[in-house]
Each structure stands twice: as C-alpha cells, then as structure tokens.
C-alpha cells in the first residue's frame, strides 16, 4: 500500500508540474496564436458571420413568406343589434317586441325605449376559433435591391475590419514581444555589470584598508554599484508589466508561464530589409483605402435607396384558413364543423406624393456622399504621408542601430582603459565612473536601437497592408 501511495503521488506531481509547463513562442509562432486567440480578432471574425448572416436576413426578405395565425374569441357577453321587425313579419314583429320589452315599463318609460318596429337580435355564437396561413411574396420593391448590394458592401466592410484588426494585433504581438525581449536583455546586462562592479568595488576597498588608496575611490564605485541595483529592480518590475501584457495580446490569461525563444539580437538582424524601403507605394492596396473606399460605397447605396423610395412596389399573397362557432368550447371534438376559406390578391403600393420629404431625404442623402469622396481623397494623402514617414523612421532605425554598434564597441574600449588606468594608480575613480556611466548608456541605447528596427519595419509593413505572415 505505501508503493501504491508513493506511485499515486509521483503520478501527482508530474501530472501537474506538465499542467505547468511554460508556454514557449518564437515571434511567428506568437503572432500565429495571437491571430487565432486574440480577443479583438475573435470578434472581429464574429463581425463578419454577423455579416453574413445579416447578408441572408436581407435576401430572405425578397423570398417567400409564410405565416399562420390561430385565433380564439369567447364572447362574455354578446352584441345585441335592432332589425327592423316589419321586414319580417310585421305581425309577428310586434308580438315579439311584447315577449321582449315590459310594455308597462315602456309606458312609464323607467327603461330606455327601444325603436318602434326593431326586433333585437344577436349574431353568432358565443365562441370562435379561427386559424389561417398566408403566404405572401414580394415581386417588385426598389428598396429591396438596393438592400442587397448594401448587406454585401456590409459584409466586405466586415471583412476588411477583419483585416484592419490582424494587422493592429500582428504589430502589437511585435511591440509586446519585444518590449519583452528588451527588459530581457537589460536585466541580463544590469547584472553583468553588478558583478563587475561587486569586483572592482572588493578590490578598491582592499586597496584602501591597506592604505594605498583613497577613501572616495570607494564611494564613487558604492554610487555606481547602488544605482545600478535600483535600474535593476525597477527593470525586473518592467518585465514582469511586459510579460503580463505580451500574455494579453496573445489571448492568454495574464499570469500565463510564457517564455521566449528569440533574441532581440537575432530579431533585429533578421529585421534588417533595405528591399522594403522600395516597396511599391500603392495606397489603393492597403486597408484604410479600402475602408474608406467602403464607407464611398455605401452613401452611393444610400443615394440609391432614398431614390428607390419613389418607385411602387409589388406585392402577392394567398391566404387559406378554418373557422369554427359554438357556444360551448367542443372545437377539440371530431364532430365540430369547420368552414374553409381561401383568397388571393396582390398589392401596389404607389407613392404619390410626400410634401418634399423624399426629395430632401435624398439631398441629404448626396450631401453625405460628397464629404464621403472629400474624406477618401483626404484618406489617400494621409496615407502616402504615413508610407513616407514610415520608411523614413524604418531608414533611420536601421542607421541608429549601425551607429550605436559602433557607440557600444568604442563605450566599452574607453571603460577597459579607464579601469585599468584606475587600478594603476594613473586614473580617478571619478573618470572611472564617468566611463561606466557612458559604457552602461551605450549599452541601453543599443538595446533601444534594435527595438526601434523591429518595431519600425512593423509599423511600415502595417502601412503597407503587408501579408500577414510576412
């Protein structure tokens, strides 16, 4: 039984250390997930099956219809109406109006008096069913039509929404995995340079209790030392933010195990494309054209359909049903008696007139389509504006980081010199540091440098409407 036991808990553990397992993501396989599992992109897919359903909502109003109707009345009490007795029986007329009325009271006039020679009478039964089926179908309506073509402008505005949003979340799974990355490398950098200086500063405190340096060398190193613990802990806090909030843009929960498997070196190598600086610039190509272009579309639509307004329309319907009378509910038994009906007819509706309303409806209604063409001319500038911006900060990206490589190399040069120079005897702690707070910038803003690369070729390549597995 303690075998047993023992197995069990084993069995236990790994069953839950495998449950915890750290999710691993290269940066394609990020965006990948994130395409698939992103809350916005999940419903933005959801936007376009609403579409499409909306798409079929508005074509089956053209199809045929078909509704039933069961209707049940119970009379509490009846209507009673006056016929005139004399076209009946004028003899028999009166003797009923004597079986009816208390002549006496009629005399005195204690009750309303009826009119001369009408015999009351109630029509019907007491209770009714009634049950009918119409089917009716639309042949001619201009609205209809224009309704088509709207719901599939709809739907293409949907999918280019769609679209529009794997861009925005492609660029933002960039962003995040190298915001990731960044603190990644800061972290692992920070700590490389406290323990060199935990060395440099062992070395200078021996130097001084032996009496050979000065009691400042120490301080100067304790000054770098602490600053560049608290760098890393507030560093350390960064990460964590950036994990958390890579983790959202995935679609994962926010305490998600995720870990990296790029390198932000790696990264902004691989980044490195001078060819998409000369990418074709065609601004009819990328998405915010293409939305704006829709929204063109549909005021075209809505010109049409306030037009359409004025047309008649057509319609047909046949209608069947069943009724029955009793004065007592027997509609369930099988010798009820049920009479049928049936009709068919069509219906025109013309419009005539409607005192300017259609007139100014459509009006306002080209009004919206002019400022609609003004907003898409506006759109297009705007875009070749921000094609051109973005290859100019993508351009410049790719120099900076040329240029702080280099920065970092001479950095570290000028921080070996000054260290050795200090231990010599030959050097103040205070160029010491002064060439460690330089070499320790220089690292950072290389570290910047390869972040700006990645994520200015993402900003252009989202300019671009680029493909999104590029």
Same mark, same amino acid.
Request: charge should be negative; hydrophobic fraction near 40%.
């Given at each position: ?155 293409? !505005?949907?999918? $280019?929404? =769609? #679209?529009?949003?794997? +861009?925005? &979340? ?5 962003? @995040?995995?190298? *915001? ?110 293409? !939305?704006?272009? $829709?929204? =063109? #579309?549909?005021?075209? +639509?809505? &010109? ?5 307004? @004025?047309?008649? *329309? ?157």
């Amino acid at each position: 039984m303690k075998n047993v036991s023992l197995t069990f808990i084993l069995l236990s553990f790994c069953f839950g250390f495998a449950q915890n397992d750290p999710t691993t993501f290269s940066l394609q396989e990020a965006i990948d997930f994130a395409l698939e599992n992103n809350r916005q992109v999940k419903n933005a897919q959801n936007d376009i099956e609403a579409a499409k359903q909306q798409k079929w909502e508005t074509t089956a109003t053209g199809l045929p219809q078909i509704n039933a109707s069961v209707d049940y009345q119970n009379f509490l009490k009846q209507q009673v109406s006056l016929l005139p007795a004399a076209a009946f029986d004028p003899i028999g007329g009166i003797r009923q109006l004597e079986d009816y009325y208390d002549l006496d009271a009629l005399q005195t006039q204690e009750l309303p008096e009826a009119p001369q020679g009408f015999i009351p009478v109630t029509f019907g039964t007491k209770q009714t069913v009634n049950a009918s089926a119409t089917l009716s179908q639309l042949i001619f309506d201009g609205s209809y039509l224009v309704g088509l073509q709207s719901a599939k402008v709809f739907l293409d !505005i949907s999918k $280019n929404a =769609k #679209t529009k949003t794997d +861009l925005e &979340v492609r660029k933002a799974v960039i962003n @995040a995995y190298g *915001n990731v990355l960044l603190a990644q490398e800061s972290v692992s950098i920070l700590e490389s340079n406290i323990a060199v200086l935990e060395k440099n500063l062992y070395e200078t405190q021996k130097i001084y209790e032996n009496g050979l340096g000065e009691e400042e060398n120490v301080e100067q190193l304790q000054i770098t030392l602490s600053g560049v613990r608290s760098n890393l802990n507030n560093t350390n806090r960064l990460k964590t933010l950036a994990l958390q909030m890579l983790n959202i843009t995935l679609g994962l929960d926010i305490y998600n195990g995720t870990l990296l498997t790029d390198t932000l070196e790696t990264l902004s190598s691989d980044q490195l494309s001078i060819n998409l600086l000369s990418a074709d610039d065609n601004v009819q190509n990328t998405i915010d054209y293409m !939305i704006a272009a $829709n929204d =063109k #579309t549909s005021k075209e +639509l809505l &010109v049409k359909l306030e037009k359409s307004k @004025a047309l008649p *329309n057509l319609s047909g319907f046949l209608t069947g049903g069943y009724n029955g009378n009793s004065d007592s509910f027997t509609f369930l038994k099988s010798n009820q008696q049920w009479f049928g009906s049936a009709l068919v007819g069509v219906s025109l509706n013309i419009p005539i007139f409607s005192s300017g309303k259609r007139s100014a409806a459509t009006q306002r209604a080209k009004i919206n389509l002019v400022k609609a063409e003004t907003e898409l001319e506006e759109t297009e500038q705007k875009i070749k504006l921000q094609i051109a911006s973005a290859k100019s900060n993508y351009e410049f990206a790719i120099e900076d980081y040329e240029n702080k490589k280099q920065n970092l190399a001479l950095a570290e040069r000028i921080e070996r010199k000054n260290q050795t120079k200090f231990f010599e005897g030959i050097g103040s702690s205070f160029e010491l540091r002064q060439a460690q707070t330089q070499l320790y910038a220089a690292q950072q803003e290389l570290l910047q440098a390869m972040l700006d690369v990645i994520n200015s070729k993402a900003e252009l390549e989202t300019v671009l409407n680029s493909p999104i597995n590029n």
